[in-house]
């Protein structure tokens, strides 16, 4: 099982992350387990020095609202997803989408990144038509 400290083991490298560069990182980890997560803050808990994290106790509450934040846009680009029990917003659990377990090492996020620079709603159609 991976962690994300064997990703990014420099507490100071992983604040200065982009959301989506931490997300996609996030997303490698979670690739690497099969569970459901509770609205990210199991995955966030488990970023505190007492957990095993690897990070520095003083760098807790910034790490996880750095990790909470790539998790937000995680869910935005449809890479999580909410499982089908349903539950009320706060209370809800997640899922790595199909889309999402397609993200497994560093080259693949890369792709990603790189496909999705450019919105692909803003692609006129005779360019997507000729591919």
Known sequence: MTRLHDLIPDANV??????????????????????RYHNGANFAGELEAQHGSGYPSSRA?????????????????????????GGTHSSRFVFVTRRGREITSEEDAADYTKASSLPWQLIHQKITEAS
């Open 61 to 85: 509450d910034a790490i996880q609202h750095a990790a909470l934040e790539a998790w937000g846009w995680l869910e935005a680009q449809g890479l999580l997803a909410p499982t089908p029990q």
């Open 14 to 35: 992983l604040l200065e992350l982009e959301p989506a560069e931490l997300g996609l990182a996030i997303l490698r980890v979670l690739n690497t387990r099969r569970e």
